[in-house]
């Protein structure tokens, strides 16, 4: 079956970096359109990146542009957030998921990764 891992969640400083993968077993990556979500207690989850399956474009929310980057290493059927100049707001748990086609629900989601930052 489809698993969606996350890991390279933790506890970080502001203006610290980490960064978050996501690898794909039952599934190839490089076929779907990957997403990253996040959510903070007491709120929704949001949309932060996704990174397209047909020419690797990338999309970015607004909170985290110009700070987080998404890649993907199709020889690993993995999927990446770098995530740079971490602010206190940034505090979520972080999940991956996969979309067949750009418009439909995301499909595959995986288990979420904690990210704290610190102040």
């Known amino acids: 079956q489809v698993q969606l891992v996350e890991t390279g969640g933790g506890l970080v400083q502001a203006g610290g970096s980490l960064r978050l993968s996501c690898a794909a077993s039952g599934l190839t990556f490089s076929t779907y359109t990957a997403g990253w979500f996040r959510q903070a207690p007491g709120k929704e989850r949001e949309f932060v990146a996704r990174i397209t399956r047909n020419n690797g474009n990338t999309y970015y929310a607004e909170s985290v542009k110009g700070r987080f980057t998404m890649s993907r290493d199709n020889a690993k059927n993995t999927v990446y957030l770098q995530m740079n100049s971490l602010k206190p707001e940034d505090t979520a748990v972080y999940y991956c998921?996969?979309?067949?086609?750009?418009?439909?629900?995301?499909?595959?989601w995986g288990q979420g990764t904690q990210v704290t930052v610190s102040s």
């Open positions: 998921a996969a979309q067949r086609r750009l418009g439909t629900p995301y499909e595959y």
